[in-house]
Structures are given as structure tokens and as C-alpha cells.
């Protein structure tokens, strides 16, 4: 099956190891949340178009994110750019409950039909603008940003509980670094995992707004 293989050769092969994440993998189809003309393509090796100039990431990037922020299954969990809501079924597998936000309306609104055809039911989306995080349900366990930000948003960094871990690729519009930031008793830590490239992030503390809160 497609979906084995993609765990196999894209995933495992490339030391992705947390158990709990390649099962998840594994159980969610990821044809369900691509475009018709794109579904013989849901298992390829790169990102795909879902509209509005917005992508659904390559599955291997997916999970890197996923495992960076080292979820044991009771967490609330931020997303910000639900997008196709494939990587938000992932995290929902994994986590508590996930609350995620989409600035494109259609993208939400798809992303929920498919979240519900799914009986994905540990999650509440939103539509807006994500780069402000959402205070309302904070402090989050652990955010995962899934477009490019100029920097980390300090506001996202506040939203985090102690322990939280922040997954985020920041950089310029053409590369970025994956950043993981953790949150200790106050202090803040943070390393590059890998290279990447993503949208950018758009909104108050995205491009376009005032890079810092
Ligand atoms: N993880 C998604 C998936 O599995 O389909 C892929 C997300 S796509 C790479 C990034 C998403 O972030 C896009 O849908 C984009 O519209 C959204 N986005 C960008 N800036 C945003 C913002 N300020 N607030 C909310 N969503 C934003």
C-alpha cells in the first residue's frame, strides 16, 4: 500500500523513530486532504498545491514537525496554517486536543469537512490571523507554525506553558531553518533542526507586520 511505503522509504529511512508519530502516519489517509486532480500524487515525496497559492507539505517535513514537538498524547496543541488540515489530524492523533488557525477561509472550511468526514473530534479550528496565536486557549503545551516566519514571534513564545515546546521555520521568503524553542522555568532555549522551505507566514508578527511582539 501507498501509505506503507511512504512510512517506509520517506519516514522511517530517514530516522524519523518516534513510534507514536509513524503509526499516526500510517492510520491517517493523506489522499483525503488533497485536491481530486492531485490524489494519485498524495504519497509523493513533495508538497502539493490546496489553493489560494497554499501547500500541503511534504509528508517527510510533516513528521519532522510533528516529532519535534514530542507529544505523549495529553497535550493542548496550537497550530497555526491549518491548511489542508492533513498535519492537524496528525497532532490530533497525538495530542489532547488541537486548536488550529487558518487566515484563508476556504482552506478552513474544507479542512473542517474533512476533520468531520474523518471523525477527527479533538479539534477546534479557527479562521484568522495565527501569527497572533490565540490567547483565548492559552498556555499551549506545544505550537507548531507551518509557515515561514522573519523571526520567532515572541507572543507565540508567551503563549507556551512551562515544558512547552514552539516548532517553527523562520528565515527569509526563499529558506528557512526549522526552530524548536523550548520553554524551562522561564528560560528559553533554542536549536536549528533542519532546512526547510515553507509559505511565509503572513499577519501582525509575520511578514508584512511588525516582525516582533
Ligand atoms: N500543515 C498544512 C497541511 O498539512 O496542509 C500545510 C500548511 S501550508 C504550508 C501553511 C498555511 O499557513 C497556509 O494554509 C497559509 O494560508 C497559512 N497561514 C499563513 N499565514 C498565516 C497566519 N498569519 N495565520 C493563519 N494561517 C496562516
Redesign the pocket.
Known sequence: MQRDMMVEWQLRRREVRDPRVLEAFLEVPRHE?VLPEHIAEAYEDH?LP?G?G????QPYM?AVMTEALQLTGRETVL??????????AILARLAGHVYT????GS?SVR?QERLKHLGVANVTCFI?????GYPEAAPFDAILV??AAPSVPHILVHQLADNGRLVIPVGDMDSQELVQVWKHAGAVVQRTINYCR?????????WGGTHSA
Open positions: 486532504f508538497p490546496i489560494e497554499q501547500t500541503i507539505s510533516v497550530e497555526v496554517g491549518t491548511g489542508s488540515g492533513y498535519q492537524t488557525i487558518e487566515r484563508h482552506l479542512a484568522g490571523d495565527g501569527s497572533q507551518t509557515a515553507f509559505v511565509p507566514l503572513t499577519g501582525k508578527y509575520g
